[in-house]
Structures are given as C-alpha cells and as structure tokens.
C-alpha cells in the first residue's frame, strides 16, 4: 500500500511470516482437501463469449485471457477467502478512518467490495471489471445469493483506458486485487490511481507472484511447477500482460509519486505442509484454488500464444496435480 502525502494515521498490526515456515512432520497424507460443491451455470449467454468450453468476457474481448464462467467465480471467491485468511480478516492493511469514496479495480464477483460496504456504511464503494459478473447485473442467481449494500456501486469499465471516468484526486482509497494476467503496464496504472487519489489517501494493491519457490530445496528446479510457473510467465509477457516480482511494485510506486510506501509480503503455501495452523488451513483453501482453477489460468494463454490444444493444456495439469498434493514439496507463492 502507499499514501498520497504525508499523513499519519494508526496502522493495523499485520506482522509478516516468519522468514522460512516450519513444516508439520506429523502430516504424512497428501489428501486433505476441501469439498467444493459443483453449481450449474445459469447466467445469460448474451454477454459472453466462448472458446474451449470456457466462458469469457464480451466487452474488449481477448484483453484478458482468464475466463468468468462459474468455475473461475468460484476461485475468485476461494481467493478472497485465503487473502483473508493470511490478512488476520481485515480487508484493507491500509490505516482507513471513514473513507468516503473508495474504488475497487478488478472488482471480480464484487465480495471484497460488497463486504467493505458492510463494514463503511457511509462510503461510497465502486466496483469496476470487465465483466458483468457482480449480483446487482443478474439478481442472485445458483449460489451467487449476496444483497449489495446501497452504497456499493458495479460498473463495467476497463482499468487500461488512458483517461478514467472520475476526477481527479477523487477518492480516498483504491484498491486492487489479482490483477496479475490483465495490466500492459503496471506503472500507468500505478500513476493512474495517484492521479485519482486525494491528498493523504492510499492506494493498495495485494498481488500474488505465481512463481512456485521454496526455502528448503524441497521443490526441484525441474520439477513440473516450476516448468508451469515459468511457462505461465512467459505467456503472459508474449500477452502483453507482464507477471511482476514484487520489488518492482514498491519501485512503480514510489516512481509515480507516492510517499510512505509499505509492502508486507507474505507466505502462501501451495498445500498444509505447515506446521502453523493458519498457514495450514491457508494450504488446504489454496491447494483446492489450484486444482480447480488452474485450468481457467493455462487454456486462454496457452492456446493464445502458443497455440496448444486443450488435451495439451489437460496433460500438463495431470502432471501438476500430484506435486501440488504432495506435502513433503514445500513450496509456496509470495503475496
């Protein structure tokens, strides 16, 4: 996160993990899982287009390659969760005193901005996307069942158009979230938000590295992740959608004009190999994450850029799904 000026307001005690995470030698099995259950989905075809069996966004079609069919709704909400989970449950790290206008980029299913109008009810919450994908386009249809607020607002809008429809210095605090695979170029978007953001107001962004590591040597330069994580990368450059490390955002904001800049990185292990009990349950929600969703993640680029076919892309997660189980890799995401 980082602030527009020098303001100073209390700050949320969020302490990052320990720098190698301990891991639980009484866990031997590899199936510990969450149960999701499968919803039919009954939205409208018209806004939609399909390539794949898949479901992606009509409006500026092909400028972002992940689909929002169900399926991928689902992980977007197993991603809110886990981001709270590993955020103690607060929504925002940055220090918030009655925000009056708040802006969430890349609003997705619209949970965390539906959820911050619950928690701000004087503040005005919009949620942009390229998707018409939020409860108040649809009315609660399957098991998509959320009232927004009053004071929660959806509205389609790209977040790469050079000129934003609010004025600027407008809003108190902007936020974004898993944005990795849509942005051409992070630092316009960085200025962008300092643009729109009043005076003493913040913008924050929580992004996850999709690179597989570890701190122990456990997982295996040639292993099947990290032949994905690269993969993954490297399709996503020839998109024109470049996957950052994380030294490069603090750099992007303090280029752009921000002050105070803040970045808390944090630990989320691709199964329960840890010994902590958050970290744990934090494994067992983002192992389930990517058994289910990397799929949406690969078919659009892989098939884009390097034209594989979907059997290709069905292969090469075959070979993910037992390294992702497998506990005694200890490997993680940084976010």
Known sequence: MAERSTVKRPSLNISPPPSMLEVDEHTTSNSDSVPLDPAPDTSSTTEWEWENGRRYHAHRAGSYPLPNDERELDRLDLKHHIMMLLCDNHLHLAPLVK?????????????????????????????????????????????????????????IDDVEDKEWTWPDNYFDYIHSRCMVGSISSWLRLIRKAFQHCKPGGYFEMQELDPRFVSDDGSLREDSNLVYFSKLLCEASAAYNRPVPYHHEYFAWFEKAGFVDVKQVLLKSPTNPWPKDKKLKEVGRYQNLAHIEGLEGISLGLLSRVYQWKPEEVQVLMAKLRPELKERSIHSYQTT
């Open 99 to 155: 925000p009056e206008k708040v802006l969430d980029i890349g609003t997705g299913t619209g949970i965390w901005a539906i959820q911050m109008g619950d928690q701000y009810p004087e503040s005005t919450i919009i949620g942009t996307d390229l998707s018409p994908i939020q409860p108040s386009w649809y009315g609660p249809v399957t098991r998509r069942e959320a009232e927004v607020p009053e004071n929660v607002h959806f509205e």
